[in-house]
């Protein structure tokens, strides 16, 4: 080898060590851990329920019209800002916008990421609860009222649903404490196309149940006067909850994608996958609620309810749903670790701690905060504020408040304040790739995007009319 390479050698391990960050292997490896992230609770356990409370078929249609129209150039946006700065997604700005307070947007999404997790390891923990139940066949011979029951004691015990919480959020600091490639990439990999294959199978169950057609209308055949401003900011919310942008998780892991990577194929591709399994999850859930006689409008323990019931009038009912929740935990799990990851990078890179010390102060203070949701459901479910419980205000503060402002300002900020030569770069890999859709992206995200989240946003506050 002669005296030039051993430079080069050189200079590119140099290169690897200075940046000194974890890494996705591969093409596919970052679309995994990408729809990973976007596929979890929200698909399952929060469209459904949603749905079922905003009208059904007239939801999906705005909900697809807002992934499609807003959602995928936000995802875009986000990878652009993370991919270009290599950092988390406070010190992403402020690589990028030195001594702007843009750096102000990607602190509110380690708010944000603190709220999500405190009340979605809730959540996470009844799947735990509910693999614990399958495997005991504690679903056999039940009425849907016994069901009802089983999932009301379950929830509003003390001690039972908290345990689960921290069980969860344990696993999930476990994880990233461990460096999230070799996990998170490998386990996607797997898990991902797995639940796909459950909720087609148990798509089958359902649609063959009686009056299966009820739920098909309900889910197909819209009604538009259901629409109101509150289902429409309600759909903005759950579009950005469910793809997982809004709140600079997608940066993070942008951070972590090489330079190679299609960025736009990669966004669409997840919002494609993401969107799918939030349909498949409908189709399993409604024809079975109308079947069984049950409230679409029943709210969050809607999937634990329902599920159950379809499990149990099944052939190999107590093998499926052992193997279905075990797979939703994991889904709730590459979910998780991608919103404490957030703050995690944050932690590391701003304020220079170990990666052992950041995961324990985070994951240790948002279960403090997560021990209020899971009691909403329990001790303090009576305690309310403006009519929601704990619960159900950080939610709304996250996903219909924190998400959408969140997008907004990163949608604007790539539009108007990146240079755009850097954000065609990004998009084009430095014009290897032919990037035919730069012009219509510029455009959403300067004006379509900006102007649409504004107007869904005020109105769904009150605010503007
Ligand atoms: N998208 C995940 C789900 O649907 C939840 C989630 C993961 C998330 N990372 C996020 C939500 C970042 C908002 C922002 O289950």
Do not use: H
Request: charged share 10%.
């Amino acid at each position: 080898m002669g005296k030039i390479s051993n430079t080069r050698i050189f200079l590119i391990m140099a290169n690897i060590e200075s940046s000194g960050r974890d890494g996705f292997t591969s093409k596919f490896g970052v679309l995994a851990a990408a729809a990973g992230s976007a596929i979890g609770l929200g698909n399952v356990w929060r469209f459904p329920y949603l749905m079922g409370q905003n009208g059904g078929a007239a939801f999906l249609i705005i909900y697809l019209g807002i992934v499609l129209g807003i959602g995928v150039s936000v995802m875009l946006s986000e990878f652009i800002i993370g991919r270009s700065a290599g950092q988390n997604a406070y010190g992403a700005f402020k690589k990028l916008s030195p001594k702007k307070p843009w750096f102000l947007v990607g602190f509110m999404g380690i708010v944000a990421a603190f709220v999500i997790l405190a009340f979605y390891s809730t959540i996470a923990g009844w799947t735990l609860e509910y693999i614990y139940l399958s495997a005991v066949d504690a679903f056999s011979g039940k009425s849907s009222d016994d069901l009802q029951s089983i999932f009301v004691s379950f929830t509003q015990s003390d001690i039972r649903p908290l345990i689960w919480q921290l069980i969860f959020m344990a696993i999930t600091a476990w994880i990233v404490y461990l460096g999230i490639q070799k996990g998170i990439e490998k386990y996607s990999k797997i898990l991902m196309p797995s639940l796909f294959i459950i909720l087609l199978i148990l798509c089958v169950r359902s649609l063959t149940l009686e009056n299966a057609s009820v739920g098909l209308n309900f889910m197909f055949n819209p009604d538009f006067s259901k629409i109101d401003s509150s289902v429409i900011l309600n759909a903005l919310g759950q579009a950005f909850f469910s793809l997982s942008v809004g709140m600079g998780a997608l940066i993070t892991y942008g951070s972590y994608v090489n330079k190679s990577n299609n960025l736009s194929n990669t966004s669409f591709q997840v919002s494609i996958a993401d969107t799918l399994v939030a349909i498949l999850a409908g189709v399993v859930i409604f024809p079975a609620v109308f079947s069984f006689g049950l409230d679409p409008k029943e709210g969050p323990g809607l999937a634990f309810v329902v599920l159950p019931n379809i499990f149990q009038q099944m052939t190999g009912g107590v093998f499926f749903a052992v193997l279905f929740f075990l797979l939703l935990a994991i889904a709730a799990l590459t979910s998780t670790i991608s919103v404490l990851e957030v703050v995690v990078a944050y932690f590391i890179e701003e304020l220079k701690m170990s990666r052992l010390k950041a995961t324990i102060i985070s994951s240790f203070s948002i279960s403090i905060i997560g021990v209020f949701c899971t009691l909403s459901f329990g001790a303090f479910r009576n305690f309310k504020i403006f009519e929601k419980t704990i619960f159900d205000l950080m939610d709304f503060f996250a996903s219909n408040i924190l998400l959408p402002l969140g997008g907004l300002l990163i949608v604007v900020y790539v539009g108007w304040f990146l240079n755009l030569s850097l954000v065609k770069s990004e998009v084009t890999n430095e014009g290897t790739l032919k990037g035919r859709f730069f012009g219509v992206f510029i455009f959403i995200i300067r004006f379509v995007a900006p102007l649409a989240i504004m107007l869904v946003f005020l109105n769904g506050l009150g605010i503007f009319n």
